[in-house]
């Protein structure tokens, strides 16, 4: 059976948050705020946030940054993933990667369904590897982070997690984590 075995060590991943949006500020970004808030509260280290305009130059110069930072194991997105002429967060992200992880998307959009309904179809949630980056990338509305976080990340992202996490998979943490 799937679950948390408390009797395994936790082992933090460094987390930066990017949101994705040409109106939203600090003061105004919940959806970031709630992956930040969500992340620390599970004993992960956000260790950048940033924003940026719906603009494949600046999503990919922010990202690539933060692949290129051996200390970030994790990149969160929230926002431009859906379908008006200026959600460009696949368009900026996608070229990045050496790896996708489809089934990210599955189980999103499968969550997604419970919460939003098909609305679900009008979301390109994604995730994938670049470098030794893992990177997901979400919509821009609290509730989906909110979903993405309670129901994917907060599993996916336990070391303690069993069969088996993502944290395994963290360079600094193979060998380590089952």
Same mark, same amino acid.
């Given at each position: 059976? #799937? ?8 082992? #933090? ?10 109106? @939203? ?14 992340? @620390? ?15 494949? /130059? !600046? ?24 379908? $008006? ?6 368009? /900026? ?30 979301? @390109? /949630? ?10 997901? +990338?979400?919509?821009? $509305?609290?509730?989906? +982070?909110? !979903? /993405?976080? !309670? ?6 992202? !336990?070391?303690?997690? @069993?069969? +088996? $996490? ?10 380590? +984590?089952?």
């Amino acid at each position: 059976m #799937p679950g948390i075995d408390e009797s395994l060590a936790f082992y #933090p991943l460094n987390i930066a948050v990017l949101t994705v949006s040409d109106t @939203r500020n600090t003061e105004t970004d919940t959806s970031g705020g709630l992956l930040i808030e969500r992340a @620390r509260a599970a004993g992960h280290n956000v260790v950048e946030r940033a924003i940026v305009r719906d603009e494949v /130059a !600046d999503i990919r110069a922010v990202v690539s940054r933060w692949i290129a930072e051996p200390g970030i194991d994790v990149v969160l997105t929230t926002g431009g993933t859906g379908f $008006s002429p200026r959600d460009v967060t696949p368009e /900026a992200v996608k070229p990045l990667f050496r790896r996708e992880m489809d089934g990210f998307s599955v189980v999103f959009h499968q969550v997604s369904l419970g919460t939003v309904g098909v609305s679900t179809l009008q979301s @390109r /949630a994604f995730a994938g590897q670049a470098g030794e980056t893992f990177i997901f +990338c979400v919509p821009g $509305s609290t509730g989906a +982070c909110r !979903d /993405a976080w !309670d129901h994917v990340f907060a599993l996916e992202f !336990d070391s303690r997690f @069993r069969p +088996c $996490s993502l944290v395994g998979q963290i360079e600094r943490y193979r060998g380590i +984590c089952p």
